[in-house]
């Protein structure tokens, strides 16, 4: 079921650019895991990211506008397969300008898929990259 949901929410990333979202604050060799998505004006941007052998990961959505970014993030890291140890997680946070979370991670995970929707009301646009290390 997970594998279906992450197949079409990479779907709708068709709407990917190339523009830069810097990591997050907390100290770490972040890598950012694929391009950086930016919304439509006034809609939610979706997408998913893997990322391997993650010690951290962290979500970054930044917006010009003054109204609130809403994040929804979920998280599925795995050990060595997914009939060894699991574990899901999500959350929902706000922000204005920057929010950024940091979904846990299974202790030494071997995979870990992290779904991201953000979107702010109005008119204006939202761009989120996930990292990881």
């Known amino acids: 079921m997970l594998l279906g949901a992450a197949a079409s929410l ?16 907390q100290p770490g060799p972040w890598g ?3 391009a950086a998505v930016t919304s439509r004006p006034g809609k939610t941007l979706h997408f998913y990211r893997q990322a391997k052998n993650p010690t951290a990961l962290g979500i970054v959505a930044r917006s010009s506008s003054a109204r609130p970014i809403h994040l929804t993030w979920s998280s599925y890291c795995e050990f060595e397969s997914d009939d060894a140890m699991t574990e899901e997680n999500r959350d929902s946070l706000t922000g204005v300008h920057s929010v950024v979370a ?3 991670v299974l202790d030494r995970s ?7 929707n953000a979107g702010v009301v ?10 990881a290390y």
């Open 32 to 34: 950012q895991l694929g």
């Open 10 to 25: 990479a779907a709708l990333t068709l709407g990917s650019s190339g523009a830069n979202v810097s990591p997050p604050a």
């Open 110 to 116: 071997t995979l870990c898929y992290v779904w991201v």
């Open 122 to 131: 109005g008119n204006a646009r939202v761009i989120a990259a996930a990292f």
């Open 102 to 104: 940091y979904p846990p």
